[in-house]
């Protein structure tokens, strides 16, 4: 048996009880260091942990992919929820194991970030530019996402120089594309943990620095809700 389960977005008091549950019973709980540390008080002193990190992950998943074809019951863990930024890890999990596994959501940082800006989803499009392959086509969806006044939430990319798409970088393309500098921006730090926030307007943003445990709202200047007639 492997199931992936969300972890939550860094307190272990918003991982939920059924995954809680499924870590406290597993023979195996692998995942990204950050992460076991997160769950790291319910894994049981019988189970075995196989920590990963960017490099080796390939070559970790097959020992978690091993344990799991000679029965043991096995628990990937993912940062936040799985839906949301996770599916490119989700697939290294299903080659290592050669089918499709089981999932268990979890709680994302773009879901606590949605509750502590009091933002609806409704009207808001989440995208991440934390993967990997071109990052075209998404920044290309964000340009027209703000320009037809819905809010977005973003993952930054915080990889290397190269591939490094952080806040300041995003606010800078979006600006560059015309978008309107006085958009209204926040980045929220360590959501459930250290928590920092920062507002101001899209061209301040462009001057800005924040941490790689990042999130951002850009929100729109003309909510769509205030466009929609009352019934
Ligand atoms: C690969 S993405 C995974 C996102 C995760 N699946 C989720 O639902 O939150 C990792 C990035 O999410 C953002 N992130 C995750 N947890 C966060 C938190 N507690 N506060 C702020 N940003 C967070 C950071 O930008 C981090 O580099």
């Known amino acids: 048996m492997i199931i992936c389960i969300g972890a939550g977005p ?4 918003y991982l939920t009880q059924r995954g809680a549950q499924l870590i406290s019973d597993a023979d195996v709980v692998a995942g990204f260091d950050a992460v076991i540390n997160v769950v790291e008080s319910l894994i049981p002193e019988s189970a075995e942990t196989v920590l990963m990190n960017y490099r080796d992950q390939v070559a970790q998943l097959e020992i978690v992919a091993a344990a799991h074809h000679a029965g043991k019951r096995c628990v990937v863990v993912f940062m936040g929820d799985i839906h949301f930024s996770g599916f490119q890890y989700l697939e290294r999990v299903e080659r290592a194991c050669g089918h499709p596994v089981e999932t268990l959501p979890g709680i994302s940082s773009a879901q606590i970030l949605a509750s502590r800006a009091k933002v609806c989803f409704d009207e808001t499009t989440f995208i991440t530019f934390h ?3 071109d990052l075209s086509p998404f920044k290309r969806h964000l340009v027209h996402v703000l320009q037809d006044q819905r809010n977005a939430i973003v993952i930054p990319c915080p990889w290397d120089a190269a591939r490094s798409f952080m ?3 995003i ?3 979006l600006l560059e594309q015309g978008i309107a500098p006085e958009q ?4 929220w ?3 459930t943990r250290a928590e920092a926030e920062w507002h101001g307007t899209l061209a301040e943003c462009a001057e800005q620095e924040f941490s790689d445990m990042s999130i951002m709202l850009i929100r729109t ?3 769509l809700a205030s466009q929609i007639e009352p019934q």
Request: charged share 25%.
């Open 10 to 13: 860094g307190d272990i008091g």
């Open 131 to 133: 993967r990997r392959g």
């Open 167 to 169: 806040p300041r970088h």
């Open 171 to 173: 606010a800078a393309y």
């Open 184 to 187: 209204p921006t926040e980045v």
């Open 189 to 191: 730090e360590n959501l």
């Open 221 to 223: 200047l003309h909510p």
